[in-house]
Structure formats: C-alpha cells, structure tokens
C-alpha cells in the first residue's frame, strides 16, 4: 500500500478514535448495563422540566372534571411555560430563582369561548400566584409565598408531553 494512502486512513483512525476513548460511561444512564428498561429503577422524583405535569387537585380539593385536562409543561432552554387551563391554551415565561422557588408569567392565554371557566380561572389564578413548588415522586406541589400549608395547585407527571 503507497504511504499517500495509509497517512490519511491512519489520521481519520485517530480521528474516529479519539472520541470513542474520551467518552465517560458515568454519563450514561444505568452505564454498562444490559438490562431490559423495564428491568432499570425508576427515578424517585420526576424532573421539573420538559415534563407534562397534569391538574390533579386546586386549593387542596380535588380537581373538576373537565373536557381536558389541564396540563402545565416548563420548557428547558427557552424558560417558557405552555399548556392547557381546560378549555383554552397558556403560554409565558417562567423564572426559577433557586432550588424550590418558581415564578409563572406573564402568562398570556387564547380566548376560546367555553362551557365552564370556573375551574380554568382557578387554575390560572393558582399559576400566578405560585411562588414556592415542591417535587414528591410524580407529584408537583405549587405554593404562595413562604407558606407550604394547602398548595395552591397539585399536578402529577404523565407519559404523554
């Protein structure tokens, strides 16, 4: 084989390997296992971010029934909160201070006319007003202020963004 040949092969090996052995397996989750995905451990606490976190409960009572469930996702990279207040969509800015601590809004929202607003207000009021969350397993907790007695909003990770 002319040494014209092997020079370039040789560098573009190098090439190919050099990020291959720089690359760190403990960045990897569950590294060097085989397992099934069902076989791995779930994580303790859903992410606050690029999750679908559904209405389960307002002001400490459960949630109204609605034609859709409303629905609050935080978007990572670009601190916009979208999603659903039952009837009509959501979208604004978000801002997280410190570990815990979570500022909604301005949120601005469609105007769609709709069968029930009660709850869709309430939810959106529960939005504006949170200040503190609070993350248990699947379950975000939003809070006014200081106080983490009755959350203003309850919401549960779901599969589906």
Known sequence: M???FRLPAAAAALLLLAPACSYDLSERPNAGSTANSADRPVPTSAPLRNVR???RELDGQPAPA???RPFLVLR???ARAEGRAACN???GPYTLAAEGRLRLGPLVTTRSACPDLATEGAFMRALNQA???RIQGNTLSLYAADTREVPLATLQATAGE
Request: proline share 6%; net charge neutral.
């Open 131 to 133: 200040q503190r969350y």
């Open 2 to 4: 002319p040494l014209a």
């Open 89 to 91: 969509r959501f979208s």
């Open 53 to 55: 976190w559904e209405l």
């Open 76 to 78: 990572d990279g670009r």
């Open 66 to 68: 609605t034609e859709q």
